[in-house]
């Protein structure tokens, strides 16, 4: 991917409402799609990742993200968040190289903030 | 589970010192990479090791050095650290160098050069 845009850096929102954390990403060849969280003082860990068929996975605790390829977005979505919730979102896409390997870009990150 | 460890959560070095950040991992993944973590850039690749003694830069290796003697570690240095070298750094590995496979992530090591 050339680039991996997060459209928000930070999303307040109280809890108990949906969330969606947006993620755009450029590209001319196919990729793989992830999103990662990270909490406070910790490293990042896999929410989930869409490698082909479906383009709506399921990620651990209760997210959800849908795969867009014709608007090439990756939106990761929630239908009630819990305080618990509140951590960084890092979107990444990785694709083929041309002389093999695979390169993985990961966008600047969007801080969710849950309020009670 | 696979576990990376990274042995200093928090470093504190002096301009022009020699430091070393060490990560290990618990698994037998030939895969392993040094990333930096900034407010506002997101991750960036240092480098990375397919192999014991097999290193290739990232995008940013300037300032970096690695070293992979044997396969669970990897370890990042920094030959003449400065302040703009104050950053939080990663470590991850990843089972197989295919584009569909995750990584795992160590907790970090926030280092800050004075």
């Known amino acids: 991917a050339q680039s991996v845009t997060q459209l928000d850096s930070q999303v307040p929102v109280f809890e108990e409402a949906p969330v969606e954390l947006r993620c755009n990403y450029s590209?001319?060849?196919?990729?793989?799609l992830f999103w990662y969280v990270q909490y406070p003082n910790q490293g990042l860990q896999l929410l989930l990742k869409y490698l082909s068929g479906s383009t709506l996975v399921k990620g651990i605790n209760g997210f959800e993200a849908e795969f867009n390829k014709s608007q090439t977005s990756f939106h990761l979505r929630k239908p009630s968040v819990h305080i618990s919730d509140t951590a960084e979102y890092f979107c990444?896409?990785?694709?083929?190289?041309?002389?093999?390997?695979?390169?993985?870009?990961f966008g600047a990150g969007t801080r969710l903030f849950v309020k009670a | 589970d696979v576990k990376v460890t990274q042995s200093s959560r928090y470093l504190v070095k002096r301009t022009g010192e020699k430091v070393f950040l060490e990560c290990v991992q618990d698994?037998?993944?030939?895969?392993m990479f040094w990333y930096r973590q900034d407010p506002g850039l997101g991750l960036r690749l240092i480098y990375f090791?397919?192999?014991?003694?097999?290193?290739e830069k990232g995008d940013i290796p300037e300032g970096y050095s690695v070293s992979r003697e044997k396969k669970e570690r990897f370890s990042l240095i920094l030959e003449s650290a400065s302040t703009n070298q104050t950053s939080m750094y990663l470590c991850?590995?990843?089972?197989?160098?295919?584009?569909?496979?995750?990584?795992?992530f160590g907790s970090g090591t926030r280092l800050t050069v004075v």
């Open positions: 991850a590995s990843k089972i197989i160098a295919e584009g569909g496979d995750g990584y795992t």
């Open positions: 590209s001319s060849v196919s990729v793989y």
């Open positions: 090791s397919y192999d014991v003694k097999m290193k």
């Open positions: 990444a896409v990785s694709e083929a190289l041309g002389a093999g390997g695979f390169k993985t870009i």
């Open positions: 698994m037998d993944h030939e895969n």
